[in-house]
């Protein structure tokens, strides 16, 4: 048997305060800025559909913007998920710099090393917009 | 005016389904008589039994844990060293049609090159991908962004429910069953014949050899995604095999006791697998239990197997007659061969895993060299690699292998690969897949195989497997806790701790299952 739902979780320590990163994390409408192969996207309200490279429309639906936690967390809703989660903390590491940790969480499994391999192209997407220096990322085994 | 080079690959390809190498059940005439007339190698093994990191290895010359492709979904760094790339400096025209397999499929972002290339055309962005300077793309069926799937989804919508959905709903390898004997990943395909992607990387490759100058020298890897499951050939051509007729193969003992009792005494993650209660890598449907697995379903398999077979081979020979209208044929060298096997039967298992065994470990590998060359035709019995391919390409065309390929020419005959010191092969396998990790290194030396496996969810790290393939040619003895063995054990061990290539680091993230 294999698992019916997968976890993978990515995480990159980024050399600026927290509050830049944030500012592109926290914006949802911001999000083909940084994230690879989101070609577009509209916002409305609590709902955001990206448009991906492949013409895909991916809708869902935004959970958690939260600024004093910078966290922020969107279920996909498209028909293929029976159940997503995603979330992206950023963390003051109280030296100038931060952590970024982008968790995905999908049934079904397979999904799940999709969505968190483009997660992980995001971080470095993040790094990249902000003109840091893209250090490796650390990565969760797929659970 | 050189050499030209004409790769053949196929996918999932035993080594006994050529007639060559004794094959019964498909006719394979045209690899036959290359074989021939050229070099035909009875001891050709991968350095992964799964799909992308082996073609990695062909590409590169490097073994997986050097280009760091250590499982399918793994992808290759576009900017990885490329033997493509090393003769088109050279002056080789170069192109790459049909299965390529280096990134990801499953990309809805399109976050990899392969993926969106198809929407733009057949020449990727900068002038070339991986050395290639034209790529036109297809895999097993009619899913996806590809350059044959967009041509079907076009030109012939109606045929595209004819093939079988790799993939179910939950984006699992699919399990479901189809046939006359509900075998898994069979289905009968309306198709046309000429419409089917065998017929059609060949009609692709003529037509980029049409489109060269006579005196150009070049370099085509012609990559069939067959005969891989799933095993959904052109119904026209199912007829060649009857699967009724078709004998159970050598490897797959009948008797469930004996069949059980041979797994038993293989690490566990043979048995275990088997039972359904541990699936180890994405390549096997996680819905399927390979015990329920019946003989008549192994003999449809094996037919519908056969046939996809014929039909590459024929293609090759269409190929081959273009080439020779040309007028290339005297400075054309082929080379044949496959990036992995497929269990198909064996120990009662279908399709492939972390089973480092001759059902995907033994390949087929033909080397017809050009006939200007005037190579003397032979039969090489020491092992070699999929790795000594790409410096075999730079030696036909005149350059020298980079310092980057592990690999070395491949030899002409066994007093060369004795001159040259091809006394060993490596095989490895990684795989991490939601929880479930198993990590296995593989020697293949002399006439034993030797594979010893590294701590991981089924392996505390002591287990291994150790084959003689003089007394043991199916592999079914697992000789590892054998005192009577202990002393070559010892020796084959240390032989395949100080041979382990280089390892990249860090280590490249898995971005998709497969």
Redesign the interface.
Known sequence: MTAKRGSVRHAVRLACPPDAVWALVGAPERVAEWFPGIASCTVDGDQRVVMTGSGLPMPERLLTVDPTLRRFQYRITAPMFVEHLSTIDVHDLGDGTCLAVYSVDVDPAPLALVIGGAARAGLEGLAGLLGLETAPVATATPR | MGRKILLVTTDQQRYDTLGCNGGLLSRTPVVDRLAAEGIRFERAHPQSVVCMPSRSTILTGQHPSTHGVWMN?VPLPTDAPSVAEELHRAGYRTSLIGKAHFE?F??????FGE??LAQTGTEPPGGRHRGFEHLELATHGVLG?LHYARWMMAEHPEALGGFYPAID????VNAAGGGDTDAPQVKVNPIDRDLYHTDWVADRTMAWLDSLGADEDWFCWMSFPDPHHPWDPPESEVGRVDWREVPLPAGYPEDRAEREAILDAKPRHWRLWYD????SN?EAP?DWVPATLTADQVREVNARNAVECELIDEALGRVLDRIAERGWADDLDVVFTTDHGELQGDFGLLFKGPYHVDALMRIPLVWRPAPSAAAVPAVVSRPVGLVDLAPTFCAIAGIGAPGWMQGGSLPVDDLDAGARGFERVLTEWDS??????VHLRTLMRDHWVCSAYRPGTSHDGTEGELYDLDDDPRQQVNRWDDPAAAAVKADLLSDLWDHQPPTRS?RL?????V
């Open positions: 979904g990801p499953l990309d809805p972002f399109f976050r993926n969106s962004p709903g939950s984006l699992q359904g209660t541990l699936v994405y996680a991490e897949l939601f929880g479930i990790d860090p993230p898995l971005e998709a299952p």
